[in-house]
């Protein structure tokens, strides 16, 4: 993972998920950890910035 994970779309938001499914699967590694922590804070971006739109 070289680039920072950044969420533009619903489909986006939902590739997402199925990476975190798929990382899961994997055995545990300093990079899979790494990569799992970025896409949880670029999801909890999203999720943010939806919440915020909807207000």
Known sequence: MKQPIVIH???DYEQAQLRV???QAE???STKEQELHALAEAMLA???RRETAED
Do not use: G, K, Q, R
Request: proline letters at 0%.
């Open 9 to 11: 779309t619903d489909e």
């Open 46 to 48: 999203w999720e943010l």
């Open 21 to 23: 499914a798929e990382l």
């Open 27 to 29: 055995s545990d590694t």
